[in-house]
């Protein structure tokens, strides 16, 4: 009975730091915005850009993984700014947001400004950059930390829609 | 309650909870987006490590003209840090030496947090920040190496901070006659209640390097993400150029004689309010002409109306500065500064290029007065970021780092 609780545990502990393990990480380069875009058309949803080297990037991240369960109609879309980043430490950060998401995305050229620039123009990888479209499609950039007041109320209007 | 059944039920609403947050929110999209997302494009041949094979971390500093360069190497997962010297202003270099024969130091480096050095006369010290995986960013306390014999040979050396565990990051260093300098950030305070903050640090040693005095804090509340640079003038005084907090803008101060700290003035006032991650910071020099001193500054900032690098002077120790003047374009991020007392000024910065970023000089022959137009130095088709400047005795020698998507290289220019 001693063994089968050990094993019990065991498995406990593996399924807890598993959650995201189904969680597909994509390649993010030249155009994927545009896909994305595409993607979500007339659909609200947050794209986010992080870094593992950004602090007020995994705030952030944290804020969200406390708030979208309450927000199911609006999609959270991540991108990881460091080009190639392994996937463990992606998972690791989404694991420590408390996002549990099916599909993540990472920078997947060498030259990350090319995909800055394909983005906007005048971004040369300041962060966290977090990129707000509502249902009508319309954008709007926030360029630092988003407050989670501002956040709440964004979300919540996008949800009565 | 039967223990066995307890624990039966306890694995059954973890298993059921663990398997209820895989749906996320986007499953409830549309059937189309459902199929999108199986057609999802298959990942492309990853490189092995995100970070660059080849230079990874590029340094410079001038001792009576002679150059000091330190670069730090990555490959295949290994770090290691190298030093050579140059004797003629960057024509020559002396065969590399690997510091500390390590094909695998302990290092978290970057080019924008580079590796550090400084020397005086035979003692030379490098320092970086060490690679910690314990912690969240993997950015351990800072490591130090020593050389007393003009960089031949090298030990573990003490590190300046007194507050060990660090982490420290963000370094640099200085030397002139009387002693060496090094300032850095840390968070040896604890959280500030200002989102993502560390303090501005500084500690002197008179003996080369072997041991470092008690700590300064010069700024509690600085940027965490950006690079600091300190110079010496001829007169016993230690400038400090860093990014300040509330607002986003480039600060400097000066530590006096007697060891006072002054923060004296913004350089570039633009009044960045940003909550974020900037990882751009500012180069500092200094030019005696006819006894008039003139302190040269490049500088710069996200600022939605000031985007890119500014050239800024001041004629009186700091305290008040010129007119921005825009260098490049608005791509323009990380730039540094460099003035002869012949009059002449040069300031090198990357921006964006045809093929991406690109390295690029401009010149003022009258002291910052009037500049060129920007030139690319940097080789076309290649990325080239973050290059530094030094004077050295005829001119200028400016490095930076390019990569040709396979591999990332020193290159070397003199002005």
Known sequence: MMKLRLILCVVMLFTINTVNADLSILP????????IKKQYHNKPFVLIFWSETCSYCMKELAMFGKLYKQYPDIAIITVATDPFLEDEIVKGVLNQSQLELNQTWVFAEQFPERIYADINKRWRGELPVTHFFDGNNQETRH??????????????????? | MNKNLLYILIFAVVLNTSCSTRNSVE??????HTAEIKEAPSKPKKHKHHIPEGVISADIFNDNNRLHLLTGKHSQGKKSLWYQYSTDGGKSWSIENKILNDDNISAKIVRGNDAQITAQGSNVVVSWTKHDKTTRFHAGA????RSTDGGETWQYSEIPPDWKQGPHGYIDMTADNHAMHAVWLDSRNGPSGVN???GLRYARSIDGGLSWQANNTLDKLSCSCCWNTIKTDTKGNTYV???DKQPSDLSIGVIDKKQQWQRLNHVGAFDWQFDGCPHIGGGLDFQTIAGKNRQHAVVGTGHPQHLGIHYLYSDDAGKNWSTAKQLGDESAIHADIAAHDNGRVVTVWDMMGEDGLAVFFAESKDQGVHWSEAEQISKAGMRAT???IVKTKNGFLSIWTENNGHIQTLATKRL
């Open chain 1, 28 to 35: 993010f380069s030249k155009g994927s915005f545009s896909d």
């Open chain 1, 143 to 161: 360029l630092g930390i988003v407050k989670e007041d501002e956040l709440i109320e964004w979300l919540t209007a996008q949800s009565a829609h």
């Open chain 2, 27 to 32: 499953t409830s999209v549309s059937p189309q």
């Open chain 2, 142 to 145: 800072m490591l130090a190496a």
């Open chain 2, 196 to 198: 993502a903050s560390q």
């Open chain 2, 241 to 243: 150029l860093y990014r």
């Open chain 2, 386 to 388: 973050h290059p530094r």
